[in-house]
């Protein structure tokens, strides 16, 4: 058994099936890819990786799995699937998926490719059928995984929390993991745990307002995302380089772009945007693209519109006493109070260059009204 010191979880303990896994170069690689992109241009700490967390994911799955009772068969392909869940982020992850997803798909697709060809799908042969992890995901015994108290959540509320020393991720997970039950669909709380669920719907709605959310960090990813498309239209880069880097190299890489170079050395300096306007998304009644044209041609300077892409929405279940199973945010005043306050302040953040904000917010409020 190979053996791992995680700050949050204390030893993590991996089969030689895992330890052959953690060793592919695709599982590597994310030693050099941010959890949290470009939030270490706000958060100093926030420099902890995906591969950090999807050992702690690893953990979380499996303390779940046995509080339920799973067979050791069972629980041992929760695992791999819960190491490998986020193999096919890109550089930069999230931020960069959004503008790579049209040719590469979602990280769960490109890691669906990953578990079914080559080194990754080789090391899973010697104990599993990589088609079975692959569509695991799909599954209820997946929904240890993905569901929204599931082990990527918590892990992931812990581990951002921990490091942008942000003290609004902190969660019972304790108290979930014994609390969880399998139903047919999926994962469900029971009544006794309904206390921590609503405990970790507030720790992921502060941590959006707080950390995801947060104006800086917007801008920050925005502005990569507008260097990404730059790089990609005059051939500097094409969609598989983000499979091969890490954030840095992928950031010297933007930064030898013509039409990136000068976003990319703007994120490296810190030489940031800054917010001139905001549009509440009830009112977004232009789309984004076509709103960033009409105010750079008459402004005449760049200006970048930025929309929230995370939903407070949930769909975790809760299961009853008597046996029924409800919605949690039919059944929480405070679930339900907390996903509508969230949706109400999302906005949309027109940026540009300080000495533009003036003329940029005035256009703009004609713009948007």
Do not use: W
Request: glycine share 6%; proline share 3%; hydrophobic share 40%.
């Amino acid at each position: 058994m190979f053996r791992i010191r995680d700050p949050l979880h204390g030893t993590i303990t991996l089969s030689p099936t895992e330890e052959k896994l953690l060793d592919c170069c695709q599982m590597q690689r994310l030693r050099g890819i941010r959890q949290l992109a470009t939030a270490y241009l706000v958060y100093p700490g926030a420099n902890h990786t995906r591969f950090e967390h999807s050992l702690g994911t690893l953990f979380l799955a499996d303390r779940m799995c046995r509080e339920m009772g799973m067979k050791e068969e069972r629980i041992a392909k929760v695992r791999v699937a819960a190491l490998l869940h986020d193999i096919g982020h890109v550089s930069f992850s999230h931020e960069a998926e959004a503008v790579l997803k049209g040719k590469l798909g979602t990280h769960e697709e490109v890691g669906r490719r990953m578990m079914l060809h080559g080194e990754v799908a080789e090391a899973l042969s010697a104990e599993f059928s990589p088609r079975e992890i692959a569509d695991l995901s799909g599954t209820a015994p997946g929904s240890v995984i993905t569901s929204d108290i599931g082990a990527d959540r918590m892990d992931y509320l812990l581990r951002d929390s921990h490091y942008t020393g942000v003290a609004y991720g902190v969660i019972d997970t304790q108290r979930i993991c014994t609390s969880v039950a399998l139903g047919r669909h999926g994962l469900l709380i029971r009544e006794r745990g309904l206390e921590a669920a609503e405990s970790l719907l507030v720790a992921r709605i502060t941590m959006f307002s707080t950390v995801y959310l947060h104006k800086t960090v917007r801008i920050a990813s925005r502005m990569l995302q507008q260097a990404i498309m730059l790089a990609l239209e005059d051939d500097t880069l094409v969609e598989d380089d983000f499979l091969c880097l890490g954030d840095s190299q992928a950031l010297d890489a933007l930064g030898a772009s013509k039409g990136a170079h000068e976003y990319a050395a703007r994120i490296k300096k810190r030489r940031l945007f800054k917010k001139a306007y905001s549009v509440p998304m009830a009112k977004m009644r232009v789309p984004a693209r076509k709103a960033e044209e009409e105010l750079s041609h008459a402004c005449g300077c760049p200006v970048l519109i930025d929309v929230p892409a995370l939903s407070a929405k949930t769909d975790i279940m809760l299961e009853k006493k008597n046996g029924k199973t409800l919605p949690l945010s039919r059944e929480s005043e405070l679930v339900a109070a907390l996903v509508a306050m969230q949706t109400r302040r999302l906005e949309a953040l027109v940026i540009c260059e300080e000495k533009d904000v003036k003329g940029v917010a005035a256009a703009a409020k004609r713009l948007f009204g």
